[in-house]
């Protein structure tokens, strides 16, 4: 437990004074989940992936508070993630809804959550964990076995509309679900091995795999002078935007950056240390969060939605450029995530500084206040909800992928993919609070 705390707890005490760390914070983590859930945001439940981005915010509250003696801190949120997941299956463990024509990554994220179930109940309770692990096993096979591969191994982001295609957002859809399923049901270690050889060997497969769809990444969209990532590439070089010799997109889009950062920080979480590509997954993390510390706007603490150099500050603001906020908050969750894990290096503070000032500008520009269950402004005494503003409803590579597209996207109120991620950050967060608190 030290091991995880103690670099988080050496920044930290760089940054301000006693008074100011130790003062009363709100749970923000908690408030906006509550915020969500209260006016049914997250519901009717769907296997897509920004409802499952919630889920997977909500799994970290009750991971934070689940050695609580009250257990009211986190199973409303348990139930809340139950309720929804359930309804999505047959008691079999069939999906109720499933094009199986449809094969893209993003369908894909929903199976963390189903995961994260099946490992929170206990053993005994057999129907229910026959269920999930059926679905588990469905996912798990759509993965590796249905969903088309490039040339050069990498899964297509979305099969049949972009051949050939990957997308920095992909690798948060699957890979850590495929990482985590190849740790708790095919690695030697794993209680749950049948045939401990055969699985090994299919797990030593997976791992290499998964070292290759974030090795592809790397090798076509990694700027090598900004640290930067573009947000995708097409391996066939025929798409409008891609570059003639990388195959990549022209720009870095926040949002997918996120996603690959938040990938990588999460994915290392199930990754043997012996394997020789922990050690590359760490480097690349590294890489990215140097770029993102030197690429943080200094007014507000976030991050630009386009975040090219030459697109940034006031010149990009006055063509339409701003401070983006889903995928400013994935960076702050996968700095502090990454700090507090020991995956990111951080002797000197410089990176929860960072962090630090990127949550509290984003709280500041990014979170509203309001009361009663419309959203709306309203009378005293009615419940005191909260708002995220400020993100983006969608980025994608249909198109051209230039500047005029990605600022030409409207911004959305409530978004699952900004709020999901807004929570994960406020875990981490105030788990570093706790920390030099107590």
């Given at each position: 437990?030290?091991?995880?705390?103690?670099?988080?707890l050496?920044?930290?005490?760089?940054?301000?004074?006693p008074?100011?760390?130790?003062?009363p914070?709100?749970?923000?983590?908690t408030w906006?989940?509550?915020?969500?859930?209260?006016?049914?945001?997250?519901s009717p439940a769907?296997?897509?992936y920004?409802?499952?981005?919630f889920?997977r915010?909500?799994?970290?509250?009750?991971?934070?508070?689940?050695?609580?003696s009250n257990?009211?801190?986190?199973?409303?949120?348990l139930?809340h993630i139950?309720?929804?997941?359930?309804?999505?299956l047959?008691?079999?463990g069939t999906?109720?809804?499933?094009?199986y024509?449809?094969?893209?990554?993003?369908?894909?994220?929903?199976a963390?959550?189903i995961?994260?179930l099946?490992?929170?109940i206990?053993?005994?309770?057999?129907?229910?964990r026959?269920?999930?692990?059926?679905?588990?096993?469905?996912?798990?096979d759509q993965?590796?076995?249905?969903?088309?591969?490039?040339p050069?191994?990498g899964?297509w982001?979305k099969d049949?509309?972009?051949?050939?295609q990957m997308?920095l957002?992909?690798l948060?859809?699957?890979?850590?679900?495929y990482?985590a399923?190849t740790?708790?049901?095919?690695?030697s270690m794993?209680p749950?091995?049948v045939?401990?050889?055969?699985?090994a060997?299919?797990?030593d497969k997976?791992?290499?795999d998964?070292?290759?769809?974030f090795s592809?990444?790397?090798?076509h969209c990694?700027?090598a002078?900004?640290?930067l990532?573009?947000?995708?590439?097409?391996?066939?070089k025929t798409?409008i935007?891609a570059d003639?010799?990388?195959?990549a997109?022209?720009l870095t889009w926040i949002?997918?950056?996120?996603?690959?950062?938040?990938?990588?920080?999460d994915v290392?979480?199930?990754?043997?240390l012996?394997h020789p590509?922990?050690?590359?997954?760490?480097?690349?993390?590294?890489?990215?969060?140097?770029?993102?510390?030197e690429?943080?706007?200094?007014e507000?603490?976030?991050?630009?939605?386009v975040?090219?150099?030459?697109?940034?500050?006031p010149?990009?603001?006055?063509?339409?450029?701003?401070?983006?906020?889903?995928?400013s908050?994935?960076?702050?969750?996968?700095l502090?995530?990454?700090v507090r894990?020991?995956y990111?290096?951080?002797?000197?503070?410089?990176?929860?500084?960072?962090?630090?000032r990127?949550?509290?500008?984003?709280?500041?520009r990014?979170?509203r206040?309001v009361?009663?269950k419309?959203?709306?402004?309203g009378?005293?005494?009615?419940?005191?909800?909260l708002?995220?503003?400020g993100?983006v409803?969608?980025?994608?590579l249909?198109?051209?992928?230039?500047?005029?597209?990605y600022?030409?996207?409207?911004?959305?109120?409530n978004s699952?993919?900004?709020?999901?991620p807004?929570i994960l950050a406020s875990?981490?967060?105030?788990?570093l609070?706790a920390a030099?608190e107590t």
């Amino acid at each position: 437990m030290m091991r995880s705390i103690t670099p988080i707890l050496l920044a930290a005490t760089t940054l301000a004074a006693p008074s100011q760390l130790l003062s009363p914070q709100p749970k923000y983590s908690t408030w906006m989940a509550n915020s969500i859930i209260t006016r049914n945001l997250s519901s009717p439940a769907t296997r897509y992936y920004d409802q499952a981005t919630f889920y997977r915010s909500l799994e970290a509250i009750v991971v934070a508070h689940q050695n609580s003696s009250n257990s009211s801190s986190f199973s409303p949120y348990l139930s809340h993630i139950t309720t929804q997941i359930d309804s999505l299956l047959h008691p079999n463990g069939t999906f109720i809804s499933w094009d199986y024509n449809d094969h893209q990554l993003d369908n894909i994220r929903v199976a963390s959550s189903i995961l994260f179930l099946y490992t929170s109940i206990p053993p005994s309770n057999t129907p229910q964990r026959t269920k999930y692990k059926a679905a588990l096993d469905f996912l798990y096979d759509q993965l590796v076995n249905k969903q088309k591969r490039n040339p050069e191994g990498g899964f297509w982001h979305k099969d049949p509309k972009y051949p050939n295609q990957m997308w920095l957002d992909g690798l948060y859809m699957a890979q850590p679900f495929y990482a985590a399923y190849t740790s708790l049901f095919l690695s030697s270690m794993s209680p749950n091995s049948v045939n401990v050889n055969t699985t090994a060997a299919v797990a030593d497969k997976n791992w290499d795999d998964i070292l290759l769809q974030f090795s592809l990444i790397e090798a076509h969209c990694r700027n090598a002078t900004s640290g930067l990532l573009k947000h995708g590439y097409d391996a066939s070089k025929t798409a409008i935007w891609a570059d003639p010799i990388t195959g990549a997109s022209p720009l870095t889009w926040i949002r997918a950056q996120g996603w690959y950062l938040m990938a990588l920080i999460d994915v290392l979480d199930y990754f043997p240390l012996s394997h020789p590509a922990y050690s590359q997954l760490i480097k690349w993390a590294r890489q990215l969060a140097r770029a993102l510390k030197e690429t943080q706007d200094p007014e507000t603490g976030g991050w630009w939605l386009v975040m090219d150099g030459e697109y940034g500050g006031p010149k990009g603001r006055e063509r339409g450029n701003y401070v983006e906020s889903s995928g400013s908050v994935m960076y702050v969750y996968g700095l502090l995530k990454g700090v507090r894990k020991w995956y990111l290096l951080d002797d000197g503070g410089e990176l929860v500084k960072v962090a630090r000032r990127g949550y509290e500008g984003l709280v500041e520009r990014f979170v509203r206040v309001v009361k009663g269950k419309d959203g709306e402004d309203g009378e005293d005494g009615r419940e005191v909800l909260l708002n995220w503003e400020g993100t983006v409803r969608v980025g994608s590579l249909d198109g051209r992928g230039d500047f005029e597209y990605y600022t030409g996207i409207n911004r959305v109120e409530n978004s699952l993919i900004g709020v999901g991620p807004f929570i994960l950050a406020s875990v981490e967060y105030e788990m570093l609070t706790a920390a030099i608190e107590t």
